[in-house]
């Protein structure tokens, strides 16, 4: 696959987290605030207990539906 296709795929694929969040609906301003906000938290004083709080909600997203729709890394 090729860097372009492999890009294209990769900015699906988040757009596809930012559904599956329930975010898809907020002004892009919102969303981008959000995740700024949370990468800055990721790299705060508690980063590994924020990752790890992050994961087990993102865990806990993904397995309300029984899938992941291809977009779980």
């Known amino acids: 696959m090729n860097?372009?296709?492999?890009d294209a795929r990769r900015k699906i694929q988040l757009g596809g987290l930012v559904i599956k969040s329930g975010m898809a609906d907020y002004p892009a301003s919102v969303i981008?605030?959000?995740?700024?906000?949370?990468a800055g938290a990721l790299k705060?004083?508690?980063?590994?207990?924020?990752?790890?709080?992050?994961?087990?909600?993102?865990?806990?997203?993904?397995s309300d539906d029984g899938e992941d729709?291809?977009?779980r890394s």
Not at 3 to 6: D, G, K, P, T
Not at 44 to 62: H, I, S, Y
């Open 44 to 62: 705060g004083p508690n980063a590994d207990a924020t990752k790890a709080r992050f994961e087990a909600a993102g865990d806990a997203a993904f």
């Open 69 to 71: 729709g291809g977009n």
């Open 3 to 6: 860097a372009r296709r492999e």
């Open 32 to 38: 981008l605030g959000a995740l700024t906000l949370a």
